[in-house]
């Protein structure tokens, strides 16, 4: 996974600022809000370009899905997604929203949100550290921009 200096700044080639949205079901959601909130992390995404959405989904034009997304979430999911401006990105975060995780095998488990929502980037890990969404939003960087 590729290294994210505090002087590198991601140019998105558009004029709204890219602002993310943390859907945290579970345990990865912990360190996805450790990245985005924490000390240092805010400061680092900021260098990015990228803030941390607070509001609703309508002012977000990145969603991420950290943790075990249930079958009675995802509604819930998929109407947070639905809400979002385009152009929207979908950040799959952890082994659960990935892959359904060490709970793949449960009935009430989606068995990874890229079944129901287009996922751009997917973050292994279980749980990913923090450093991991940086390189994740690196990487959706540079699909957008590529």
Do not use: F
Request: hydrophobic fraction near 40%; proline fraction near 8%; charged fraction near 15%.
């Amino acid at each position: 996974m590729s290294t994210v200096t505090p002087t590198l700044r991601l140019d998105w080639g558009t004029s709204y600022q890219v602002t993310v949205l943390d859907l945290g079901l579970a345990c990865c959601g912990v360190e996805v809000m450790a990245a985005l909130e924490g000390r240092g992390g805010a400061d680092a995404l900021a260098e990015l370009g990228v803030t941390a959405v607070h509001g609703g989904p309508e002012q977000a034009h990145v969603l991420v899905v950290s943790g075990t997304v249930t079958d009675v979430m995802l509604p819930a999911v998929l109407a947070t997604y639905e809400a979002m401006p385009e152009p929207k990105y979908v950040l799959s975060v952890g082994a659960c929203s990935n892959t359904g995780g060490p709970y793949w095998d449960s009935y009430s488990v989606t068995k990874g949100i890229d079944q129901v929502l287009p996922v751009h980037v997917a973050v292994p890990g279980c749980p990913p550290r923090p450093e991991a969404l940086l390189g994740g939003l690196v990487a959706l960087h540079r699909m957008v921009t590529s």
